[in-house]
């Protein structure tokens, strides 16, 4: 399978009283993850949007194993876990500056209609899209 990765230094602001990362922002990092995952497909979200299509999270999950620090360099390691054309689950590994697990985790999406929130087919209206999630799970880029 593709695996994107995306590197980021973890701020002042991300972290709690205990000067570790405060949890929810985990998931803001799984959502830069997976938006250069995309990228690295070769798709921007962005221009989605403009056709009037959203991608809602409908399940999410995260497993906290050792915590990141202000100032320690995180690695998002993103890929495709699941996808059947409609729904797609994102797997994701947060690892510290040393290469330890600090987190796993996944999020569920469909693709919906912004006016009416109504599912579509990402196999149906993105062919392209459907195409490189197929590869990119299967086989890797």
């Known amino acids: 399978m593709f695996i994107s990765t995306r590197e980021l230094e973890v701020r002042y602001a991300e972290t709690d009283q205990m000067g570790v990362v405060y949890h929810a922002n985990y998931l803001v990092w799984m959502e ?9 497909l070769g798709f921007n979200y962005a221009e989605m ?16 194993k050792k915590p990141l620090r202000y100032g320690e360099t995180a690695t998002i390691q993103t ?11 994102y797997g994701y590994t947060i690892l510290s500056p040393n290469e ?3 987190v796993t985790g996944w999020s569920k999406h469909v693709c919906v209609k912004k006016e ?14 459907h195409e490189a999630y197929e590869k990119a799970k299967k086989q890797g880029m």
């Open 116 to 129: 009416s929130f109504r599912p579509i087919s990402v196999k149906r209206s993105y062919p392209n899209w």
């Open 32 to 40: 830069l993850g997976r938006t250069k995952l995309i990228q690295d």
């Open 49 to 64: 949007e403009k056709d009037g299509i959203l991608s809602p999270v409908i399940d999410i999950q995260a497993s906290y």
């Open 79 to 89: 890929w495709i876990e699941e996808y059947d054309g409609f729904r797609v689950t």
């Open 100 to 102: 330890e697990i600090a």
